[in-house]
């Protein structure tokens, strides 16, 4: 199934929405400038087309106690198909690494990771290294993060 072409009114609906998930269907149709019901069956329609992934909310690492952000480079020994997804597969279980993206290029995993404090990110960084078919990991703390702009540019 092909997802719809995106007219203004959605692309309306797709901004307020990625600037505030919480925002209720009277005042989204209000700031998409159409009645509540036809605004409600389009927020529909984008998630059931899959332009819309979900809803979270966005927490506050440091007021949840995890003191450290850094981002992770990895290279693994072997870059076959089965040695990638198998690496996949043990980040998708370290809730500590927050993303994980596959790279071209000099590395093959960037992997962006949260810890309490220093010690906890080096036993991250440790288990990291210990895990099979990886042949090198370089690490960069984040002094502080001077944007943190989620989703994607929406044109209206």
Known sequence: MSAPKLDAVDRRILAELQADGRITNVELSRRAQITAPPCLRRMRALEKAGYIRGYHANLDAKAMGYEVTGFVFVGLSGQKDAD?????ESMRGRPEV??????SGEVDFLLKCVAPDLSAFQALIAGLTAEKNVASVKSSLVIHASKVEPGVPVEV
Not at 98 to 103: A, D, I, K, N, Y
């Open 98 to 103: 927050r993303e994980c993206h596959m790279l």
């Open 84 to 88: 990638l997804k198998a690496f996949e």
